[in-house]
């Protein structure tokens, strides 16, 4: 399925339906300079779905559930598996790439969750996203209500593994409470866990340079063995409370802002009035301030000093050198395997 190579294209697939498969497609050139297109799109139809080793192209989002108004009362988009699919933004649409082809496209995000249920997203490869009409974040888990007239919307029971997400102004933003609905719906139960995520860089692709975002509320956040790797923030919060926060075993640098809250230093001070409850445990915060942070986690002086195989060539595994390996609250290695991810995703680019 494709756009027109000079007028683009709308929309690939509307998934208005139950019971959808879409596998072993080629989507390209859903693009416009003016309107927002996607390749996949939902949000009147239950599922479940099944979207499986797609090449996904398309200019405002990749993949969005959620969005606009849902004709089926109290529908939920539910039971969504995403697994080895390329979600890509060719580099002729950035206007200050070398290879800007000269039509400045309505760029907005990679993956979008607004309504959904029940979601797998898995062994997928997400890259190239840049300022321009959002804020550069490569990933949005943010409920949205309509303005309050599906106040039922929720966004949870999502489990992002095994992934690759690269090249991008941010990582993830998460909205727990929709702030243009009243504060209606929830963002809850969210599972971030063995993923590989680098190339987050505000110099580059514009934005704010963070790996998550944290807004109004997220309830039962979990980041887990992750590897990461941003030019800024590692973490912010802002807006209501949020519970249930746990970020364990991850390496991350610290870039010199830490995990902060909007008006709050980083760390305790931040988790005092954001997250009382969060779990920090097991990471390598490269660059941190030990005393900022629980003592259970680790503080080498920058990322050279981890220990990866070769940082300068993005090889994120750690050398048989690293001291942190089995050095996890599980006994395992901190941060992501490398070695299942890059088995697990080597056939989605083609």
């Known amino acids: 399925m494709r756009g027109d190579p000079n007028a683009g294209g709308h929309r690939g697939v509307e998934l208005h339906s139950a019971h959808t498969v879409v596998r072993n497609c080629y989507f390209k050139d859903f693009k416009s300079p003016s309107y927002e297109t ?33 004709r089926i009362p109290n529908l939920v988009p539910s039971d969504i598996t995403i697994r080895r699919n390329h979600l890509y933004k ?4 950035c206007p200050w790439h070398p290879s800007y082809a000269g039509v400045r496209m309505l760029v907005k995000n990679l993956f979008e969750l607004k309504n ?5 997203v898995e062994e997928n490869i997400m890259e190239h996203n840049w300022m321009q009409a959002q804020n550069g974040f490569a990933v949005l888990l943010t409920v949205r209500t309509e303005y309050g007239q599906m106040p039922w919307a929720v966004v949870e029971d999502v489990t992002f593994r095994r992934n690759i ?11 727990g409470r929709d702030d243009l609905g009243g504060y209606t719906g929830i963002t809850r139960r969210i599972l971030f866990e063995d993923n590989l995520i680098y190339g987050i860089d505000s110099g580059t692709w514009g934005g704010e340079g963070r790996m998550f975002q944290v807004l109004q509320g997220v309830e039962d956040l979990v980041i887990n063995h992750n590897t990461l790797r941003q030019n800024k923030h590692p973490m912010i919060f802002d807006g209501r409370l949020s519970r249930g926060v746990v970020f364990t075993n991850n390496i991350i640098p610290m870039n010199n802002y830490g995990i902060i809250g909007s008006g709050t230093a980083q760390g305790f001070p931040t988790f005092a009035v954001y997250c009382p409850d969060i779990i920090v445990a097991g990471n390598v915060f490269a660059g941190g301030m030990a005393s900022r942070y629980p003592a259970n986690n680790y503080f080498p002086p920058d990322l050279g000093s981890v220990g990866f195989v070769n940082l300068s060539a993005d090889d994120y595994r750690l050398s048989p050198a690293s001291p942190y390996r089995k050095a996890g609250t599980d006994g395992k290695d901190v941060g992501a395997n490398i070695d299942a991810i890059l088995a697990a995703t080597a056939a989605v680019i083609q």
């Open 116 to 120: 959904a249920a029940r979601v797998l």
């Open 90 to 93: 060719p580099l002729e649409w």
């Open 38 to 70: 996607q390749a996949i799109a939902g949000w009147n139809g239950p599922g479940p779905y099944l979207i499986e080793n797609n090449y996904l192209e398309a200019s405002g989002e990749n993949i969005i559930f959620g969005g606009s108004l849902a």
């Open 165 to 175: 997400i690269r090249h991008s102004g941010g990582g993830v933003n998460l909205m």
